[in-house]
């Protein structure tokens, strides 16, 4: 039997069949198209960014990042909001809605004055949509009225959540953010003061993803000329997750979200968004506090069908953890996520090399060499390394040994400090032995963890 | 019903790498220090140099590479024995499968060619000393290239009308086809070096010159005892692949064929009479196929063209009129007993070949006919050798290998002349 779990959740307040949800943009931009994806197993979609500014879009508009023969490492896209008439797009969403009703089907707006983000919003809520979403964060908008010039300015960001909230009270709304700015936390606070319930992040970075020598421009190339735009896709998941959490561990957006009328007890919910492609992305992204999360990127290069190994991984990965529900692990490593000053700093874990393993290619020799404390001697005759006294314990070796589990954390040594707490050399003494025993016992678990 | 490979006798049987794939096989590489493949290189094509140049998309630079080290290179990726050589010394075997270096050998010279890159280049300060080559074999043209890359003018004197040796005239062009042949030699041509075709280097031929170099390789057939050996229908494998390459349209294969030997060269005299269209081709080798010298590789690729093989029998009788043999008569090596008869119109001896007469060349050969050399190809005065006429036949790359040594050897030993 397959192993079965529990994958709903309730999202600012709505309930969820999963987190899956699609992302605004091109694959859920009409009727057949996001009917398609929940017949698949997506528990939702953000529509298409719709605007009362209709799109004229550019050809091409996509390039990609590759790396040693991978490809889509990044994604780059020149598009802006919908290209479809505004009414025709509610209509979709009307009837996805009234068609999928245990599907999540949110409407995506943008404005480009108090205005506009009014009359969007009534169409939203006349289509019936449970959840709004806001865009504040398109980097490649053709007017500086929209996207995430608007998404930077607080005022703006405050204006616009507010005009929504007022305009329809009674639907949550979620402000996309930019990760174009300098502090995201403070955008987010904006929204949540101008009436959002909550925030989702990120949209697409600003980007060159390369240069086409032929006429020395970027790629894709238009009529000779290009232009910088979003980047997503694999590539930014670890920008997403860093952006994700601070905005997760801001005091005053948590403080903001329970004192809020859309507080269910778990705080700000957060969607996250970026590069997500397998059910570890998915996981990763709840851990950190998400509990919605939104993919683009991967469906355009694989498909929706993705969303089945998502939820079968996701499944095996609780059944192997032990939970019975999402809400047992939403959040479980915002703790462990601390400032860099109040990382332990008392001992170092020194590599274990397994002879037997290692096929001697000399590449850990190398880069210790070459990038880190010349650390490993190279025996020319064996073919093998040979730790020496140099090593600092930054596993730079255990990154770029290509063998699977060949190099892995061995040997714990604490620091000695003297009165000024600086380190002046390693403990050889019985005093710390106990506790080394105990910590170098759990360190090595979680290591292990963290590299297989 | 089994379902055997068609394949064409000129064209290319194993596809190339696209640009693509050619990363990503260039990305399973784990770029190792002091790598284990650049040092199984006979010829020091330095695989581990070009590769890393591939995965760095500088794929110029990786044609560079191998081009300056192995002037044969494009023929090399196609023909060399690589699981004895390179990709055995393969570090990424501890892990799974060697990376394929020879087929991105042949994807760089590939693009060598698509982009027209001419990397080698003689200098315009030319030597004073002249020296001549015999035979435009893989040995004298690697010897050649060396030569002219250092100034000196090179005069390869060559019998027949083409060079190449073995690669123009014995392996099957499916295996190697002629056209990376030609642009092997082309680059060697390039480089200024002088062929004179369908001359025989006689003596006096040679007087003139200030060193001269032998790497004739080995063009008798060692054909074993056998009844019938005169008649028509029986033929040396180097004779049966010559005509092959030659005669074109007008070489007669054989309906049924009989190739007998258990060496790459068994191989490819069946490959060559099955992609004429020989009807019935059966490799008949004495031993068994764990003692066959051919790799399996290409035992496997015969048989997917549907040719059979029969191990354990030898032929005796070759059995039919002046003009035409139609049964060949076989009894067993091991198991005494054996007997068999095939009906056959071509018996195909890949048993090996043998040094023809070198006496024209102030050369020593030993008891076998192979030329003596000391270190370097020094083979006495101003005479030097190196390929299958010293090796007694051994591989391509090999013959690269001792040609470019025996250059250097060449280069010593005119400069120390030059000195006095
Ligand atoms: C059928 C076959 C398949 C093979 N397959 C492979 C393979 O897959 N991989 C591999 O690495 N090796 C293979 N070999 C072996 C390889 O071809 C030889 O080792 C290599 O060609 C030797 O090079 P060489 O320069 O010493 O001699 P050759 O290639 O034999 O060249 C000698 C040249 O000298 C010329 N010549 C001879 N005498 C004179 C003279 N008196 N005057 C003027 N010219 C003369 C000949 O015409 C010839 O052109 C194969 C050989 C054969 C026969
Ligand atoms: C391990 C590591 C340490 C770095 N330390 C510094 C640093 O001390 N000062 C600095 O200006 N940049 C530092 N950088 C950033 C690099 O200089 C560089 O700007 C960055 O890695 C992007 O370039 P690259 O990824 O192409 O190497 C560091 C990068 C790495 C990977
Ligand atoms: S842990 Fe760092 S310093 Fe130690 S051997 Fe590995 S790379 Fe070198
Ligand atoms: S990187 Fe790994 S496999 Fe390679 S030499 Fe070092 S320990 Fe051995
Ligand atoms: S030995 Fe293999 S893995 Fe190492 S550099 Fe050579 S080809 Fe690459």
Same mark, same amino acid.
């Given at each position: 039997?397959?192993?079965?779990?529990?994958?709903?959740?309730?999202?600012?307040?709505?309930?969820?069949?999963?987190?899956?949800?699609?992302?605004?943009?091109?694959?859920?931009?009409?009727?057949?198209?996001?009917?398609?994806?929940?017949?698949?197993?997506?528990?939702?979609?953000?529509?298409?960014?719709?605007?009362?500014?209709?799109?004229?879009?550019?050809?091409?508009?996509?390039?990609?990042?590759?790396?040693?023969?991978?490809?889509?490492?990044?994604?780059?896209?020149?598009?802006?909001?919908?290209?479809?008439?505004?009414?025709?797009?509610?209509?979709?969403?009307?009837?996805?809605?009234?068609?999928?009703?245990?599907?999540?089907?949110?409407?995506?707006?943008?404005?480009?004055?108090?205005?506009?983000?009014?009359?969007?919003?009534?169409?939203?809520?006349?289509?019936?949509?449970?959840?709004?979403?806001?865009?504040?964060?398109?980097?490649?908008?053709?007017?500086?009225?929209?996207?995430?010039?608007?998404?930077? $300015?607080?005022?703006?960001?405050?204006?616009?959540?507010?005009?929504?909230?007022?305009?329809?009270?009674?639907?949550?709304?979620?402000?996309?953010?930019?990760? $174009?700015?300098?502090?995201?936390?403070?955008?987010?606070?904006?929204?949540?003061?101008?009436?959002?319930?909550?925030?989702?992040?990120?949209?697409?970075?600003?980007?060159?993803?390369?240069?086409?020598?032929?006429?020395?421009?970027?790629?894709?190339?238009?009529?000779?000329?290009?232009?910088?735009?979003?980047?997503?896709?694999?590539?930014?998941?670890?920008?997403?997750?860093?952006?994700?959490?601070?905005?997760?561990?801001?005091?005053?957006?948590?403080?903001?979200?329970?004192?809020?009328?859309?507080?269910?007890?778990?705080?700000?919910?957060?969607?996250?968004?970026?590069?997500?492609?397998?059910?570890?992305?998915?996981?990763?992204?709840?851990?950190?506090?998400?509990?919605?999360?939104?993919?683009?990127?991967?469906?355009?290069?694989?498909?929706?069908?993705?969303?089945?190994?998502?939820?079968?991984?996701?499944?095996?990965?609780?059944?192997?953890?032990?939970?019975?529900?999402?809400?047992?692990?939403?959040?479980?490593?915002?703790?462990?996520?601390?400032?860099?000053?109040?990382?332990?700093?008392?001992?170092?874990?020194?590599?274990?090399?397994?002879?037997?393993?290692?096929?001697?290619?000399?590449?850990?020799?190398?880069?210790?060499?070459?990038?880190?404390?010349?650390?490993?001697?190279?025996?020319?005759?064996?073919?093998?390394?040979?730790?020496?006294?140099?090593?600092?314990?930054?596993?730079?070796?255990?990154?770029?040994?290509?063998?699977?589990?060949?190099?892995?954390?061995?040997?714990?040594?604490?620091?000695?400090?003297?009165?000024?707490?600086?380190?002046?050399?390693?403990?050889?003494?019985?005093?710390?032995?106990?506790?080394?025993?105990?910590?170098?016992?759990?360190?090595?678990?979680?290591?292990?963890?963290?590299?297989? | 019903?089994?379902?055997?490979?068609?394949?064409?006798?000129?064209?290319?049987?194993?596809?190339?790498?696209?640009?693509?794939?050619?990363?990503?096989?260039?990305?399973?590489?784990?770029?190792?220090?002091?790598?284990?493949?650049?040092?199984?290189?006979?010829?020091?094509?330095?695989?581990?140099?070009?590769?890393?140049?591939?995965?760095?998309?500088?794929?110029?630079?990786?044609?560079?590479?191998?081009?300056?080290?192995?002037?044969?290179?494009?023929?090399?990726?196609?023909?060399?024995?690589?699981?004895?050589?390179?990709?055995?010394?393969?570090?990424?075997?501890?892990?799974?499968?060697?990376?394929?270096?020879?087929?991105?050998?042949?994807?760089?010279?590939?693009?060598?060619?698509?982009?027209?890159?001419?990397?080698?280049?003689?200098?315009?300060?030319?030597?004073?000393?002249?020296?001549?080559?015999?035979?435009?074999?893989?040995?004298?043209?690697?010897?050649?290239?060396?030569?002219?890359?250092?100034?000196?003018?090179?005069?390869?004197?060559?019998?027949?009308?083409?060079?190449?040796?073995?690669?123009?005239?014995?392996?099957?062009?499916?295996?190697?086809?002629?056209?990376?042949?030609?642009?092997?030699?082309?680059?060697?041509?390039?480089?200024?070096?002088?062929?004179?075709?369908?001359?025989?280097?006689?003596?006096?031929?040679?007087?003139?010159?200030?060193?001269?170099?032998?790497?004739?390789?080995?063009?008798?057939?060692?054909?074993?005892?056998?009844?019938?050996?005169?008649?028509?229908?029986?033929?040396?494998?180097?004779?049966?692949?010559?005509?092959?390459?030659?005669?074109?349209?007008?070489?007669?294969?054989?309906?049924?064929?009989?190739?007998?030997?258990?060496?790459?060269?068994?191989?490819?005299?069946?490959?060559?009479?099955?992609?004429?269209?020989?009807?019935?081709?059966?490799?008949?080798?004495?031993?068994?196929?764990?003692?066959?010298?051919?790799?399996?590789?290409?035992?496997?690729?015969?048989?997917?063209?549907?040719?059979?093989?029969?191990?354990?029998?030898?032929?005796?009788?070759?059995?039919?009129?002046?003009?035409?043999?139609?049964?060949?008569?076989?009894?067993?090596?091991?198991?005494?007993?054996?007997?068999?008869?095939?009906?056959?119109?071509?018996?195909?001896?890949?048993?090996?070949?043998?040094?023809?007469?070198?006496?024209?060349?102030?050369?020593?050969?030993?008891?076998?006919?192979?030329?003596?050399?000391?270190?370097?190809?020094?083979?006495?005065?101003?005479?030097?050798?190196?390929?299958?006429?010293?090796?007694?036949?051994?591989?391509?790359?090999?013959?690269?290998?001792?040609?470019?040594?025996?250059?250097?050897?060449?280069?010593?030993?005119?400069?120390?002349?030059?000195?006095?």
């Amino acid at each position: 039997m397959a192993v079965k779990k529990d994958l709903s959740l309730k999202y600012l307040g709505v309930d969820c069949l999963n987190p899956f949800f699609l992302s605004s943009s091109p694959v859920g931009g009409n009727y057949d198209m996001v009917a398609k994806c929940y017949e698949t197993g997506w528990g939702g979609c953000f529509f298409k960014t719709v605007g009362i500014f209709v799109a004229d879009e550019c050809s091409p508009r996509f390039d990609q990042t590759n790396k040693e023969g991978l490809p889509w490492v990044g994604f780059k896209n020149m598009e802006q909001i919908s290209d479809k008439p505004t009414e025709l797009n509610f209509e979709y969403m009307y009837r996805l809605i009234r068609d999928y009703p245990e599907h999540i089907t949110v409407a995506s707006i943008m404005g480009s004055s108090v205005d506009e983000w009014k009359k969007l919003a009534k169409m939203a809520d006349e289509a019936g949509a449970k959840i709004i979403e806001g865009n504040f964060s398109c980097p490649q908008m053709t007017s500086h009225d929209m996207g995430s010039d608007v998404g930077t $300015n607080n005022e703006l960001v405050e204006s616009y959540s507010r005009a929504v909230a007022e305009t329809v009270p009674h639907i949550p709304f979620v402000a996309k953010m930019t990760p $174009n700015c300098k502090n995201m936390e403070e955008h987010a606070r904006a929204a949540l003061k101008g009436g959002a319930a909550a925030v989702s992040a990120i949209n697409t970075i600003k980007s060159i993803t390369n240069i086409d020598f032929e006429n020395n421009t970027g790629m894709p190339v238009v009529d000779g000329k290009s232009s910088i735009s979003g980047y997503s896709g694999a590539a930014v998941k670890p920008i997403a997750l860093r952006f994700c959490t601070q905005v997760q561990q801001d005091e005053e957006i948590q403080r903001m979200a329970k004192e809020g009328k859309w507080n269910f007890g778990h705080g700000h919910e957060m969607s996250g968004i970026g590069g997500i492609e397998t059910w570890r992305d998915v996981a990763e992204f709840l851990a950190i506090g998400c509990r919605n999360i939104q993919v683009t990127t991967a469906i355009m290069q694989y498909g929706y069908r993705i969303v089945e190994d998502m939820a079968s991984g996701l499944m095996h990965f609780m059944d192997e953890k032990g939970y019975d529900h999402l809400d047992e692990f939403i959040g479980c490593a915002l703790p462990n996520l601390i400032p860099a000053e109040d990382l332990n700093r008392d001992y170092k874990v020194l590599p274990a090399f397994d002879e037997k393993k290692c096929i001697g290619c000399g590449r850990c020799y190398i880069s210790c060499y070459d990038a880190a404390h010349q650390a490993i001697d190279w025996n020319e005759k064996k073919r093998r390394p040979e730790l020496n006294d140099n090593c600092v314990g930054c596993h730079l070796c255990l990154n770029v040994c290509p063998v699977q589990g060949c190099i892995t954390p061995g040997e714990i040594k604490w620091k000695v400090r003297d009165e000024n707490g600086v380190a002046v050399r390693e403990a050889n003494d019985a005093t710390h032995i106990k506790f080394k025993k105990d910590a170098r016992k759990e360190k090595k678990l979680a290591l292990k963890a963290q590299y297989e | 019903m089994s379902k055997v490979v068609k394949a064409k006798y000129t064209a290319e049987a194993v596809p190339g790498f696209t640009h693509r794939t050619a990363l990503e096989e260039a990305a399973r590489c784990l770029l190792c220090h002091d790598a284990p493949c650049s040092k199984g290189c006979p010829a020091g094509t330095d695989p581990a140099k070009f590769i890393r140049s591939i995965r760095f998309r500088n794929v110029k630079g990786a044609a560079e590479t191998i081009r300056e080290n192995n002037v044969l290179g494009g023929s090399c990726a196609r023909v060399c024995p690589y699981d004895n050589l390179c990709e055995e010394a393969c570090s990424r075997c501890g892990i799974d499968r060697p990376i394929e270096i020879g087929k991105l050998q042949r994807y760089a010279i590939e693009q060598e060619k698509l982009f027209k890159m001419k990397t080698l280049k003689a200098p315009s300060k030319k030597q004073a000393e002249k020296v001549a080559c015999v035979g435009a074999g893989p040995a004298s043209l690697a010897c050649a290239a060396e030569l002219a890359k250092a100034g000196y003018k090179v005069t390869i004197f060559e019998r027949e009308e083409k060079a190449g040796g073995m690669l123009t005239y014995g392996i099957v062009p499916s295996r190697l086809p002629q056209s990376v042949v030609d642009h092997d030699i082309a680059q060697v041509k390039g480089l200024g070096v002088k062929f004179v075709f369908n001359t025989e280097a006689k003596a006096e031929d040679l007087e003139a010159f200030d060193a001269v170099f032998v790497g004739t390789g080995l063009w008798d057939a060692n054909l074993p005892k056998l009844k019938g050996a005169e008649l028509k229908g029986v033929y040396s494998a180097v004779d049966y692949l010559k005509q092959a390459r030659t005669k074109k349209k007008d070489f007669d294969p054989g309906k049924r064929v009989i190739v007998v030997g258990g060496g790459d060269v068994a191989i490819d005299c069946a490959v060559t009479a099955k992609l004429l269209g020989a009807e019935d081709v059966r490799i008949l080798y004495r031993r068994t196929i764990e003692e066959a010298p051919a790799n399996i590789n290409e035992f496997h690729y015969a048989l997917s063209l549907g040719i059979g093989i029969t191990t354990g029998l030898y032929p005796v009788a070759a059995i039919g009129t002046k003009t035409k043999m139609n049964k060949v008569e076989a009894v067993g090596f091991y198991d005494k007993k054996a007997k068999a008869e095939f009906s056959c119109d071509a018996l195909v001896f890949a048993t090996g070949q043998k040094p023809e007469d070198q006496s024209a060349y102030g050369v020593d050969v030993n008891e076998k006919g192979f030329v003596k050399v000391k270190k370097g190809g020094k083979a006495g005065g101003k005479f030097f050798a190196a390929g299958d006429i010293v090796n007694g036949g051994k591989t391509v790359v090999e013959a690269v290998a001792e040609g470019k040594e025996a250059a250097a050897s060449i280069i010593a030993y005119l400069e120390k002349k030059g000195v006095k």
